[in-house]
């Protein structure tokens, strides 16, 4: 076992994560009608369904089922892969859409660069050994040049995602004061979510115990992103609270646009 080999709380820390994402999503349940926050829930949807994927339990049960379907080993890892990328690019275009000047650029900068992600990380995926190896988690098979290439392309748009996503951040800090909590909470879970592109960069030169280590901090980022997210619904529902309550009108019919940050 490695220094930063921690295969049980890493288990238990991705059970802790989905109960924290399952509540998150149960808070923000009334926001999937509301465009300028329903990428901030589905950002939410996607680390809680990137994390369960790449998850050391997933491999024995969501693992084979996939290989039933498709006839290739550790495909869970690769659409967990994707999840993390599109929760990145979708936490992103909450921003943008907050940035009337920025709208007209989510395709270029958002859509297109995901797409050349998901299809260079299939083709080199399909292509390696890993693939074809039941026996292993697919952080520690042997790193073979295809195996490393998809984790290289892997951790390149997870930096470029998470970097335009630091950029936003910032812009409302400087634009938007209102903002300042939840865009604080949010450079926060970036900047954890960096040490877990730093695991698998690591991984990329062949040191596997290191991959646990970034999944505790993936872990992390989700929950300072999940549990940041949810509390700034709440404190935009609470002037409306009581007039909700006393209608029995739903989280959603509150009058979105007087709660818009």
């Given at each position: 076992?490695?220094?930063?080999?921690?295969?049980?709380?890493?288990?238990?820390?991705?059970?802790?994560?989905?109960?924290?994402?399952?509540?998150?999503?149960?808070?923000?349940?009334?926001?999937?009608?509301?465009?300028?926050?329903?990428?901030?829930?589905?950002?939410?949807?996607?680390?809680?369904?990137?994390?369960?994927?790449?998850?050391?339990?997933?491999?024995?049960?969501?693992?084979?089922?996939?290989?039933e379907i498709t006839g290739l080993w550790h495909v869970n890892n690769m659409i967990g892969f994707f999840c993390l990328q599109a929760a990145l690019a979708s936490s992103t275009l909450a921003g943008m859409l907050r940035m009337p000047s920025m709208r007209n650029r989510i395709a270029p900068m958002l859509h297109w660069p995901f797409a050349i992600s998901v299809a260079l990380i299939v083709a080199l995926f399909c292509h390696?050994?890993?693939?074809?190896?039941?026996?292993?988690?697919?952080?520690?098979?042997?790193?073979?040049?295809?195996?490393?290439?998809?984790?290289?392309?892997?951790?390149?748009?997870?930096?470029?995602?998470?970097?335009?996503?630091?950029?936003?951040?910032?812009?409302?800090?400087?634009?938007?004061?209102?903002?300042?909590?939840?865009?604080?909470?949010?450079?926060?879970?970036?900047?954890?979510?960096?040490?877990?592109?730093?695991?698998?960069?690591?991984?990329?030169?062949?040191?596997?115990?290191?991959?646990?280590?970034?999944?505790?901090?993936?872990?992390?980022?989700?929950?300072?992103?999940?549990?940041?997210?949810?509390?700034?619904?709440?404190?935009?529902?609470?002037?409306?609270?009581?007039?909700?309550?006393?209608?029995?009108?739903?989280?959603?019919?509150?009058?979105?646009?007087?709660?818009?940050?």
């Amino acid at each position: 076992m490695g220094i930063l080999d921690i295969g049980v709380p890493v288990t238990v820390a991705c059970n802790i994560t989905l109960a924290i994402v399952a509540w998150a999503l149960w808070v923000r349940r009334g926001t999937w009608r509301i465009p300028w926050e329903s990428p901030t829930t589905g950002a939410i949807l996607l680390l809680g369904v990137g994390v369960a994927l790449i998850a050391p339990q997933a491999e024995s049960n969501i693992g084979k089922m996939l290989y039933e379907i498709t006839g290739l080993w550790h495909v869970n890892n690769m659409i967990g892969f994707f999840c993390l990328q599109a929760a990145l690019a979708s936490s992103t275009l909450a921003g943008m859409l907050r940035m009337p000047s920025m709208r007209n650029r989510i395709a270029p900068m958002l859509h297109w660069p995901f797409a050349i992600s998901v299809a260079l990380i299939v083709a080199l995926f399909c292509h390696s050994k890993g693939s074809n190896t039941p026996e292993k988690l697919l952080p520690h098979i042997s790193h073979y040049p295809w195996i490393i290439a998809c984790f290289a392309v892997h951790v390149t748009a997870l930096l470029y995602f998470g970097t335009l996503n630091a950029w936003v951040a910032v812009s409302h800090l400087r634009d938007d004061p209102r903002a300042k909590p939840v865009a604080i909470a949010w450079l926060v879970g970036l900047a954890i979510g960096a040490l877990s592109i730093v695991g698998l960069g690591i991984l990329i030169s062949g040191h596997a115990p290191w991959y646990d280590g970034g999944l505790l901090a993936t872990c992390i980022c989700t929950v300072v992103f999940s549990i940041s997210s949810s509390r700034s619904w709440q404190r935009k529902l609470t002037p409306w609270r009581n007039l909700l309550v006393a209608t029995g009108a739903r989280w959603f019919t509150g009058r979105p646009d007087k709660i818009r940050s």
